[in-house]
């Protein structure tokens, strides 16, 4: 008992994790079809400028909990700065494109991120240990779990439903999910959908680095974490179905709970167990577990 | 667009690569050999372009190539490279023939994750494998081809070299004549518009499962020449990034011909291996650059530099 | 006038004329420096801990042997008085790409000797293309014993010793400090490194001590980074010891998150490559924590001339004291150094020369006296230490450090790592 307990503790904690890293990942998708691969670039310069903020921040003796406002400044500003930089700059000449072109245009962009990233931050892993342990530690059974990871899961719940709000409550929000569905339609209907890309690649970018500021207080910050994460947001976005918010969050919900399965019961399948949930959930629901009905253009 | 006789190009490229390579540096026969490989590969990933659908996970297949012709080695003790070679289309043909059941209803993105994801169990499948070396994978020694010994002697590096050409120039007959046929006609028509092949009576998914095996077993052909080059093997042949690489090559060469995959992975190989000798703290940098500059000017690929459009009709 | 200019000028042209006569005499390859080639991680989650330390390392030696500053019997400029050049190439890219850049180091950029290789998978892979060119490769800091006991090499050297004596001397000092264990879990990375850690150290305390259980084997895939359910895991199974083998960022990442939890109030910790972390994780690694260096090297170098000139130029360059990878460079470096000048005093330094003077040498260094002892004179062994972490005036240090000699943790030559542990790990004759 006390085992399943665990299971489901550490599996709500992971995925909360995943959903925070993928949701940038599959607004991008349904509003733009941009397969972003330069997501995990973002993720990484997230994680980084949040390390270096919160690390000055208190190095230089200012009080520990605003560290989390440092991070939280970090991964905003990081969204703000790139986000409109690679789409206004690059993407938006690329818009008539091939969609695969697309994903390679995202790639290069990720290669030139990955070097800008050691250029300005080296190749040593960086670490901010306080954040972490700051807010203490709460006990289940036998086990004690960081508080830390209660705010991660309160982020991502806060996320969700602020992202839900917006798109179903909100004009702007409305004419997002217009264009998630037709393009064209939203388009000939006086939608600027120009400004809609623009604001949705920002979020989704500012989403993508909170994704890593959130996670750099729990990890060493290193080179490579980009690439690692990609093929999990990716994972999750596909298993929910793209451009769909709740197929994220049940797809984050299923794989992080598979995920914390296998480690507990069987520890030797972790290293494939998303790619075998990702391979039966295609098989079982091929676009996906929320997918949009698309009427078949002849 | 303007026409190059295929055929004739093959061969004496062919021809020319075979009479040049005893008096090439035997690193840039090396370099030759392995641009080749990749060429078949991206062949097999310019097939499926075609025919509308790209896949994430041809690096199964070059893996699977690659450990199939290891394997008869390892395990064995044959290490003959036609041997090798026939093992390869073998299994990879086996495997492709049976995944490809499955993914022949998918498509775009879903394709393309599926195919990623039967990759990446492959390859945690092989780093479990502490008999085949996990994660270190394991070296291969094809010392002979058709029986006669050639590990050792003056003449190894040149045999490799050379069936690999062999195998280039085979397979680019192979393609150019299948494309130009009536499977291949069809297969354009499919990325052009589903529905409508469907409604003229031929069968979308048949024509997507055999040009799905076809071209896994270009990138087996691919994975087991490489291994015989390179002389080692290792997981890493299945994991995404290298299958990233080949769809990324795939449209760096562009779609027009035989020649393009080719033509492309030579390029790739050389840039990077240029990167990494005189910025080797940033050619990754240089790479994406390299790309971007690429995609900006030449949306159809590279071969779109030598395939320029007559005047409008 | 004219006559002096013409003195001069005469005079002149007839020095110029001696000087070019015996020019030829001097202007021998030994004007021409020596090219090495440094392969190493430049990038990815190596780097850092391990490849970049690596190049600080290699650059310093270099610059120091050039200036004959290093401390005898290696105080000759560069090799044998021809100074040396580094050519430095990125490790990162995967063995069939380190493979494609052997032979570009070797004919395009034309290097004299290879110095390289810290993934055990790019070792094996170019092992035999060394053979191939011919060149004399030297692998510095891979771990996986494979390379000489699956094979014999005539131009690839090792001069460190391989993975087996972590595991053997971690047991023993476990045992020896903490005899009554009964239980152990494991973290380790998945991949060949983590899993032949683990493999190796079950099997020595299997042979050491039969009556303990082994809990669970945590295999979080590499750069896995979130070790949440393992930890869980791994503190459910109430485990008297933890072993793992965790390395670079995700080391740093398990014991900022494993650390909060209270794991290590309930297990002990044995880190076997945990000596780079200890300048970094102050705080973060609590005291008792058994560490290894993968040698007598970093902090558990003893005290010597060598090992102070290598603290030294190391923290010129860089912001700490080198860690092992350092130590591992430095030790190719003067064991080749050894090599040519044997092989320069006997006539000329060739590569068949340098290879018959290399086998079965021994040589110095800043961790202590190297051997080559095995793979047929190819493989090199030292003893080994380990030690326990302790917090003294807010740094952390390591007490209790107990080294181990080279016949207690290692298989004599032709005896097979796994074969030696499972006959109970009898010393051989050294």
């Given at each position: 008992m006390a085992q399943l307990l665990a299971v489901l503790i550490d599996g709500l904690i992971y995925s909360s994790w995943l959903f925070i890293i993928a949701v940038g990942l599959t607004l991008i998708y349904g509003v733009m079809k941009i397969l972003n691969i330069a997501h995990g670039s973002l993720y990484a310069l997230g994680a980084y400028s949040a390390a270096s903020l919160a690390g000055y921040w208190i190095h230089h003796g200012y009080p520990p909990m605003g560290s989390y406002a440092a991070m939280l400044v970090a991964a905003i500003l990081v969204g703000l700065i790139a986000g409109p930089v690679i789409e206004r700059g690059l993407l938006r000449f690329m818009y008539g494109k091939d969609e695969i072109v697309l994903v390679l245009v995202t790639y290069a962009v990720f290669l030139i991120l990955e070097d800008f990233v050691k250029l300005v931050w080296g190749v040593d892993p960086y670490f901010i240990a306080q954040p972490y342990g700051l807010l203490g530690n709460f006990t289940v059974?036998?086990?004690?779990?960081?508080?830390?990871?209660?705010?991660?899961?309160?982020?991502?719940v806060f996320i969700g439903v602020v992202l839900a709000w917006v798109l179903t409550k909100t004009r702007q929000g409305k004419m997002l999910l217009a264009v998630i569905h037709d393009r064209e339609m939203s388009g000939a209907m006086g939608i600027n959908v120009g400004r809609v890309y623009f604001i949705t690649f920002t979020v989704g970018a500012m989403l993508g680095a909170l994704g890593g500021a959130l996670t750099a207080p729990m990890i060493s910050v290193q080179p490579g974490i980009g690439a690692e994460t990609i093929v999990l947001a990716f994972a999750v976005v596909v298993i929910g179905g793209l451009g769909s918010l709740p197929g994220a969050?049940?797809?984050?919900?299923?794989?992080?709970?598979?995920?914390?399965?296998?480690?507990?019961?069987?520890?030797?399948?972790?290293?494939?167990?998303?790619?075998?949930?990702?391979?039966?959930?295609?098989?079982?629901?091929?676009?996906?577990?929320?997918?949009?009905?698309?009427?078949?253009?002849? | 667009m303007k026409r190059y006789p295929i055929l004739p190009i093959l061969m004496a490229g062919s021809i020319f690569l075979l009479a040049v390579g005893p008096f090439l540096p035997r690193w840039g026969m090396f370099l030759i050999n392995v641009s080749l490989c990749y060429g078949i590969v991206v062949l097999g990933m310019m097939l499926l372009m075609r025919t509308g659908v790209v896949s994430f996970g041809h690096g199964l297949y070059y893996c699977l190539g690659a450990y199939a012709a290891g394997t008869l080695d390892q395990v064995y003790k044959i290490s003959d490279m036609a041997v090798m070679m026939v093992a390869a289309v073998l299994v990879t043909g086996l495997a492709s023939a049976a995944l490809g059941l499955l993914l022949r209803k998918y498509r775009d993105i879903f394709f393309a994750m599926l195919s990623l994801a039967f990759s990446m169990i492959l390859y945690g499948l092989l780093v479990k494998t502490s008999s085949l070396g996990s994660s270190d994978g394991f070296n291969i020694a094809a010392s002979k081809i058709a029986g006669i010994t050639v590990a050792g002697t003056s003449v190894d590096r040149y045999v490799r070299y050379a069936l690999t050409v062999v195998f280039a120039f085979l397979t680019g007959v192979f393609m150019h004549k299948y494309l130009n046929s009536h499977m291949g006609r069809l297969a354009e028509a499919i990325r052009d518009n589903e529905l409508r092949v469907e409604y003229m009576g031929a069968s979308v998914r048949n024509v997507i499962h055999v040009n799905y095996v076809i071209s896994a077993v270009l990138a087996g052909?691919?994975?087991?020449?490489?291994?015989?080059?390179?002389g080692h093997i290792d997981p890493e042949?299945?994991?995404?990034?290298t299958s990233g690489e080949f769809v990324f090559v795939g449209i760096l060469s562009g779609t027009g011909s035989v020649l393009a995959p080719f033509l492309g992975a030579f390029i790739f190989e050389t840039i990077r291996s240029f990167a990494y000798e005189y910025s080797p703290n940033t050619w990754q940098m240089a790479l994406g650059i390299t790309m971007l500059v690429v995609i900006m000017f030449l949306p159809g690929g590279l071969w779109s530099l030598f395939a320029r459009k007559r005047g409008a009709a | 006038m004219n006559t002096q200019v013409s003195k001069i000028t005469k005079s002149g042209v007839a020095l110029l004329a001696a000087v070019l006569a015996t020019a030829p005499a001097i202007c021998n390859a030994q004007d021409k420096p020596i090219r090495i080639g440094l392969v190493t991680f430049l990038s990815g989650p190596a780097a850092g801990p391990f490849g970049v330390p690596a190049k600080l390392a290699?650059?310093?030696?270099?610059?120091?042997?050039?200036?004959?500053?290093?401390?005898?019997?290696?105080?000759?400029?560069?090799?044998?008085?021809?100074?040396?050049?580094?050519?430095i190439i990125d490790e990162a890219g995967g063995a069939t790409k380190q493979v494609a850049e052997l032979r570009n180091l070797v004919e395009r950029q034309d290097v004299d000797f290879v110095i390289g290789y810290i993934s055990s998978g790019d070792c094996l892979a170019v092992a035999p293309v060394a053979e191939e060119l011919k060149k004399i490769a030297i692998l510095f800091d891979c771990?996986?014993?494979?390379?000489?006991?699956?094979?014999?090499?005539?131009?690839?050297?090792?001069?460190?010793?391989?993975?087996?004596?972590?595991?053997?001397?971690?047991?023993?000092?476990?045992?020896?400090?903490?005899?009554?264990?009964?239980?152990?879990?494991?973290?380790?990375?998945?991949?060949a490194w983590g899993q032949d850690s683990w493999a190796d150290f079950t099997a020595v305390m299997a042979a050491l001590k039969p009556e303990l259980t082994i809990t669970t084997s945590q295999m979080p895939k590499f750069g896995a980074g979130q070790y949440g359910p393992e930890i869980s895991s791994l503190l459910q199974s109430n485990s008297d010891v933890i072993h793992s083998s965790l390395w670079g960022g995700d080391l740093e990442a398990f014991m900022l998150q494993a650390t909060p939890r209270n794991l290590f109030t309930r297990s002990q910790l044995i880190l076997v490559a945990g000596e780079p972390y200890l300048h970094r994780l102050p705080g973060s690694i609590p005291d008792g924590t058994i560490i290894g260096a993968r040698g007598p090297s970093g902090v558990y170098a003893q005290k010597s001339v060598l090992n102070d000139w290598l603290r030294q130029i190391y923290k010129e360059r860089a912001e700490n004291y080198p860690n092992y990878p350092a130590y591992s460079v430095a030790q190719a470096f003067l064991g080749l150094k050894t090599a040519y000048e044997k092989a320069k005093v006997q006539g000329t330094p060739g590569t068949e020369e340098i290879i018959k003077a290399f086998e079965y040498e021994t040589f110095d260094s800043p961790s202590g006296k190297v051997m080559m002892k095995l793979g047929k004179g190819h493989q090199a062994v030292t003893g080994t230490a380990y030690g326990t972490t302790r917090t003294v005036n807010g740094q952390i240090t390591v007490g209790n450090i107990k080294y181990y000699p080279v016949e207690r943790v290692q298989p004599p030559e032709g005896v097979k790592s796994v074969d030696w542990i499972k006959a109970g790990m009898k010393p051989g004759k050294w």
């Open positions: 059974g036998a086990l004690t779990y960081p508080n830390y990871s209660l705010v991660l899961f309160g982020a991502a969050a049940l797809a984050a919900l299923l794989v992080g709970i598979v995920r914390s399965a296998a480690v507990h019961y069987r520890p030797e399948l972790d290293l494939f167990s998303i790619y075998l949930v990702m391979a039966v959930v295609l098989i079982m629901r091929p676009k996906g577990l929320f997918s949009a009905q698309e009427a078949r253009k002849i | 052909i691919g994975g087991a020449l490489a291994a015989i080059a390179v042949m299945a994991y995404w990034t | 290699a650059e310093a030696i270099v610059d120091s042997l050039n200036a004959g500053k290093v401390p005898a019997p290696y105080a000759t400029k560069g090799f044998g008085g021809t100074p040396l050049e580094l050519v771990g996986t014993p494979r390379v000489f006991e699956d094979a014999s090499y005539k131009y690839v050297f090792r001069t460190r010793p391989h993975a087996t004596m972590d595991a053997v001397a971690g047991a023993m000092y476990l045992l020896e400090n903490r005899p009554a264990v009964k239980s152990m879990g494991g973290i380790n990375q998945n991949y």
